[in-house]
């Protein structure tokens, strides 16, 4: 009997198995609803006393096994996929805050996640302190208020590659009786597995790596079942006390371990339904099976184009932590040994202008507002996404005006650095 399947078995193979006569490909059950012969089961469905399908927005065989593959790739108890990444971060957090609540996150984290947690959750009554990732741990304690309920962070940040000291910030999350809420959507289950460094709850844009085609916008939540939040009932009464909208059931008395996630689809998801179409939960099935593969492609490319980068007189600087001279190289080499991920940011000596005239200059590499996935693209926020900010407020926002996000794609390395390199020949 096989005991532990490993990380690239599970790529291929977890959440779905078909039984005797079934598809060997996870079908897409695309229905909105399930049928019951008899009221009084579905009634026990609508009670929480029995498991079963009835309702999409609720639950779906197709968006379930996927979300079991990669509970099982990140080690969790149990998993939920959203529509988005941006609904992802919402709901882990939304879960356990409510308005007149506090929680800290690095400020170094995806540009919509950072106006997510910063304007729109101000506006349903929850702040949050933003921190760097490389604040001392006085200075971490000190954004702790009473009402602080969590402490987020990205593995690798997006656009900017600091490597977040998940460990650290975990402890310090743990001592004040909160959760560790980290986003691998750059690292991947394949590369990094927070849970095992003490994060308690991972999050995911699956639209990146996970899908890696760039065929679907979706998101993930997983819990490890780790954090002990009758402990700190006090704290979290949306989870300790009972729900009246759901006959003063108690989640983590009624669920134990399962608590946090129930809590996730049976009110929130019920609430705000951003479910995934059972269709796009099928394509980010196909990327699942090849994560392993293309990671390992994407970490060996992007290692090459960095060091070349690193060494370009052309070049001002090159964050990727897999650079022996990058000032997060020591916290890659903990959290990531095996390889980061193909994301590299770098900036040309030069002015915006520079920027500019290399990537219009390149003829294979695309122009593009995604990242991450099987082709590579790349993007000036400067003159994109933060196209409307001065260089002053730019920095402000912890973007420098010569950023350059390289998402380097598995083609032959040969053909990236080749087009680079004639682009910089015309700069
Ligand atoms: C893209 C991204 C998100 C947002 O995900 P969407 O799927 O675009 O909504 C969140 N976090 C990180 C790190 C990202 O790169």
């Known amino acids: 009997m096989v005991k532990k399947l490993r990380q690239g078995t599970l790529c291929v193979q977890a959440g779905y198995k078909a039984k005797n006569g079934e598809p060997i490909e996870l079908p ?3 229905s909105t609803t399930f049928k019951y ?13 029995k498991e079963g399908y009835f309702y999409t927005r609720l ?3 197709t968006n379930d096994a996927v979300a079991a593959k990669i509970c099982t790739l990140e080690g969790g108890v149990g998993a939920m996929l959203t529509s988005s990444g941006q609904a992802a971060n919402f709901y882990a957090m939304f879960n356990i805050c409510q308005a007149g609540d506090h929680f800290i996150t690095s400020n170094e984290i995806y540009g919509g ?17 933003f921190v760097s990732p490389e604040a001392s741990d006085e200075e971490i304690q000190a954004a702790f208020r009473p009402n602080t309920k969590a402490v987020f962070g990205e593995t ?13 910030f975990a402890k310090i999350a743990h001592k004040n009786g909160v959760p560790l809420i980290v986003d691998n959507t750059f690292a991947t289950p394949v590369n990094c597995r927070p849970f095992e460094w003490g994060a308690d709850i991972v999050t995911h844009s699956t639209t990146k790596y996970m ?12 819990d490890s079942g780790n954090f002990d939040w009758l402990a700190h009932a006090e704290k979290f009464p949306g989870l300790c006390t009972p729900d009246e909208s759901y006959h003063g059931l108690t989640y983590v008395k009624a669920f134990g371990k399962m608590g946090y996630m129930t809590k996730l689809v049976a009110q929130l998801m019920r609430d705000l339904g951003s479910i995934p179409a059972p269709q796009n939960s099928f394509l980010l099935n196909m990327g699942l099976q090849t994560l392993h593969l293309r990671m390992a492609q994407h970490c060996k490319n992007a290692q090459k184009v960095a060091e070349f980068l690193n ?15 990058d000032k997060y190289y020591a916290l890659g080499q903990k959290y990531l040994p095996n390889g980061s991920c193909g994301v590299i940011a770098f900036g040309l000596k030069g002015t915006r202008e520079t920027a500019i005239k290399w990537m219009d200059s ?3 590499i695309n122009i593009v507002t995604h990242v991450a996935d099987a082709r590579t693209c790349v993007l000036h926020p400067a003159s994109h996404t933060h196209r409307q900010l001065s260089d002053e407020q730019l920095r402000e926002a912890g973007v420098a005006p010569d950023l350059i996000r390289l998402s380097v794609g598995i083609e032959d390395v040969e053909d990236i650095l080749d087009d680079i390199k004639q682009a910089l020949e015309k700069i």
């Open 28 to 30: 897409i059950i695309q």
């Open 37 to 49: 012969d008899d009221s009084e089961e579905m009634a026990k469905l609508f009670d929480l006393e």
């Open 59 to 61: 639950q779906n065989p």
């Open 113 to 129: 996640t950072y106006n997510l947690f910063g304007v729109t959750m101000k506006k349903l009554g929850i702040e949050c302190t």
């Open 156 to 168: 690798i940040s997006n656009p900017g590659c600091a490597v977040f000291d998940i460990e650290r």
């Open 211 to 222: 899908d890696g085609m760039a065929t679907q916008v979706g998101g993930c939540v997983v």
């Open 311 to 325: 060494a370009n007189d052309k070049v001002a600087w090159v964050h990727y932590c897999g650079l022996p001279t």
């Open 362 to 364: 390149l003829e294979m």
